[in-house]
Structures are given as structure tokens and as C-alpha cells.
């Protein structure tokens, strides 16, 4: 195992845009080997960020994962690195989630070729930085579709396999730091939200399925999505929290095994928050702070 340096501040001050394949399949973890064995878990947008580091994680820790996406090659480079680093077998399932008959193609593959499946993590999400007067119609609709609407067709259809099957369920839906507003990306703070209070609600309506649902809300993350941002808005997203860092792929996708292993047990409902304590004090501009707000954290 690698040691992690994830705490350096001085050695994350430029970020590297995403964690390497080796990285994944050597960094430390606090959770024992084969603690997911037997556990069948979907990973949407698994080809690559925090999906991709899912995926790595918890074939370690010996899931059998599937991951779908919209573009075959990315996640069949990421099951075959998986297969190579870590000699675990990954599934994969090219499909958009915004299509509720993919969506539905793609459960009926996984409860035909498992037989099961214990956890969905909902991940597949995009979003673009914009001021919010310069959104076009069809710029907001495809943002409102893909991190509010396919989350939701995907949890409709895990949920309906699951009572089909009379068998527990497990959703975990990625969103955002949301609970302060997130400006010049207010689609994708509307859509997260949406997906959050989506969740509180059906975690209520479906506990008596015995299905539970959670949400993790990364704050300003090191993945290959920093890529889309301005460089000056990259630079100051270090100093958008109070620990003056970024979190990185591995610190969400260990949450995520929180939630999939029994330390979640008599957790439903909940949000958590990894941001370094943005929603305290601090705020991401996506595309450059305004000079109105100059002076400001």
C-alpha cells in the first residue's frame, strides 16, 4: 500500500485533475480486505472521477461492481484496469441514464445476470459553469435532466426490481454542496437539491420496502471535472473552505462504503458533507469571483 498523503496541503496546491489508475488500486484504506464480498453494486458514470474511483474501491474490497456510462471505450478501460490492479471482474453497461427504457434495459441486465443487486450509486451527473442569465433553454433542461431526472429514473427502477424481488435495497445519490447556493452553476444546485429532498422523501415512502437512501455531497473535489473551470476559478477553490483544500476521488468514494457496508445500518434519510467546511464558511465560484465580491472567501 501506498502511504496517503492526502492531508499534505503543500502537495495538493495544484491539482493533478484526478487520481491515476495505480493510484486507485494501491492507496490505503481504513476499511479490511473483503468486506463487500457478495455484494452485487451499480455505479453510474463509473467511467470515470468519483465513479471510477468507486469502482476501484469497492472491487477491492470484493464487491462484484457494474458501472455504466455513456461511452463503452471509458468504461472498459476502467473494468480493464480493474481486472489488471486488482484482479477483480467488472461488468459494464454502455447507457444514458436521462433514457428511462436504457434505464430499465440496464436493471433487467443486472438482476439477470446477478440475480441481485444490494447498493445503486447514483454518480453520473454534468453540469457547466454559466451565470445563471446566460443559461440557454436547452442548456438548463440538459443539466435538470441528467442530475435530476436520470437520478430519479434510475432509483424508480432499482426500487421497483427490489419489491419485485421482495429483497432490500440501497441507494446512495452524489450531489452537491448546495445548502448555501452554489453561484454561476445554479442548474446543477437546483437539480442537486432537488435529488436530495428527493431522497428524505423516499426514504420515508420506501422504508417499509426496507430501502434506504443517502446522500453524499462533495465540496470542491480534485477530478478530471476541474478541467472544465477557468484556471483562476481552480486556483481559488483552495481557498473556497476553511482548510484551504480539496478533497479528492478517495474521500467520497470511502463514504460511499459507509453507506454500502453494516456501519449504515440505521442510517436513512441523510445527507453527508465533505467540503472542508464550505457550508460553514466559504463559497465556489465557478467561473471567477465577481469583482463585486472581491475581498470576500
Not at 453510474?44 to 470515470?48: E, F
Given at each position: 500500500m501506498t502511504p496517503d498523503t492526502s492531508n499534505d496541503s503543500q502537495s495538493r496546491r495544484v491539482p493533478q485533475c484526478g487520481l491515476t489508475d495505480d493510484e486507485l488500486a494501491e492507496r490505503s484504506t481504513?476499511?479490511?480486505d473483503g468486506l463487500l464480498s457478495g455484494k452485487v453494486i451499480l455505479v453510474?458514470?463509473?467511467?470515470?472521477g468519483m465513479g471510477k474511483a468507486m469502482a476501484f474501491l469497492f472491487s477491492r474490497l470484493g464487491a462484484q461492481v457494474v458501472i455504466c456510462g455513456r461511452t463503452k471505450d471509458k468504461l472498459e478501460t476502467v473494468?480493464?484496469?480493474i481486472a489488471k490492479r486488482v484482479r477483480a471482474d467488472v461488468a459494464t453497461f454502455p447507457m444514458t441514464i436521462r433514457d428511462p427504457d436504457e434505464v430499465e434495459a440496464?436493471?433487467?441486465f443486472v438482476f439477470s445476470k446477478f440475480g441481485k443487486l444490494d447498493c445503486l450509486v447514483n454518480c453520473a451527473g454534468g453540469q457547466f459553469p454559466q451565470d445563471a442569465l446566460d443559461f440557454s433553454r436547452n442548456g438548463w433542461l440538459s443539466v435538470l435532466d441528467t442530475n435530476l431526472n436520470g437520478p430519479w429514473w434510475m432509483m424508480q427502477a432499482a426500487a421497483r426490481q427490489w419489491k419485485r424481488h421482495k429483497a432490500p435495497g440501497n441507494i446512495i445519490n452524489?450531489?452537491?454542496n448546495v445548502q448555501r447556493g452554489i453561484p454561476q452553476t445554479a442548474h446543477t444546485c437546483a437539480a442537486r437539491a432537488g435529488v436530495i429532498y428527493l431522497s428524505k422523501t423516499l426514504s420515508t415512502e420506501w422504508a417499509p420496502l426496507n430501502i434506504q437512501i443517502n446522500c453524499i455531497a462533495p465540496g470542491a473535489t480534485d477530478t478530471e471535472g476541474l478541467k472544465v473551470y477557468p484556471r483562476?476559478?481552480?486556483e481559488r477553490f483552495y481557498e473556497a473552505n476553511p482548510m484551504k483544500s480539496l478533497g479528492d476521488a478517495w474521500d467520497i468514494a470511502q463514504a460511499a462504503v459507509y453507506f454500502v457496508a453494516p456501519t449504515a445500518r440505521f442510517i436513512t434519510g441523510e445527507l453527508l458533507t465533505l467540503d472542508g467546511g464550505q457550508q460553514q464558511l466559504g463559497v465556489v465560484w465557478a467561473s471567477g469571483v465577481p469583482d463585486y465580491y472581491k475581498g470576500y472567501l
Open positions: 481504513v476499511y479490511c453510474s458514470g463509473g467511467g470515470s473494468a480493464a484496469s440496464l436493471f433487467e452524489i450531489v452537491a483562476e476559478a481552480i
